[in-house]
């Protein structure tokens, strides 16, 4: 009962390939395959990051979803950011990245770390300002991301700031 793997051109559907007779589907009629090779890596990037999209408008067509891969580089860190609207959802895949930001819930603002493994969930609310880091000298972090929004959307910021609770 195990179906061959999907082949390089054969359409979107791998078992049933698009002929002249039929008339090609809409996009959203049918199931969509990226490849692991074939991520988008013409996406919004920060400092010490490379992002590449698996599911976007550009690659699928998708109208409310954007998920891919981020890779964060052996001793590296991104620039401080937020990501507008989008709500984030973060899979760690390898490595332990950890995610920044800074909590105002206290007497004092203070710079929280979370530190992550393999396995690991990490949200990200609208605008809330943070930064990955991967601190391990030798190896990369790599996270698959999903967020609320079309494409990829990363506001680079000068620092870290706790989002005011009117705005959160």
Known sequence: MSEPLTAPGEG????LP?????????LRTRLHHVRAG??????AQSGGMRRFAAVSGKTVGSEKLWMGQTH????????????????????????????????D?????????????????????PFVPHREENPDPAEEAVVVIARSTQEA???????????????G
């Open 12 to 15: 979107f559907h791998p078992h």
């Open 18 to 26: 698009d002929a002249p007779d039929r008339a090609t589907a809409p």
């Open 38 to 43: 074939s991520l988008d890596g013409d996406t």
């Open 72 to 103: 964060v580089a052996p001793s590296t860190a991104s620039s401080d950011h937020h990501h507008g609207e989008s709500e984030t959802a973060i899979y760690v895949v390898s490595g332990h990245p950890e995610f920044v930001f800074i909590d």
């Open 105 to 125: 819930t206290g007497e004092h603002p203070e710079e929280v770390r979370l530190v992550t493994s393999p396995g690991d969930y990490i949200f990200v609310p």
């Open 153 to 167: 959307i990363v506001v680079n910021l000068p620092r870290l700031y706790s989002l005011p609770a009117s705005e």
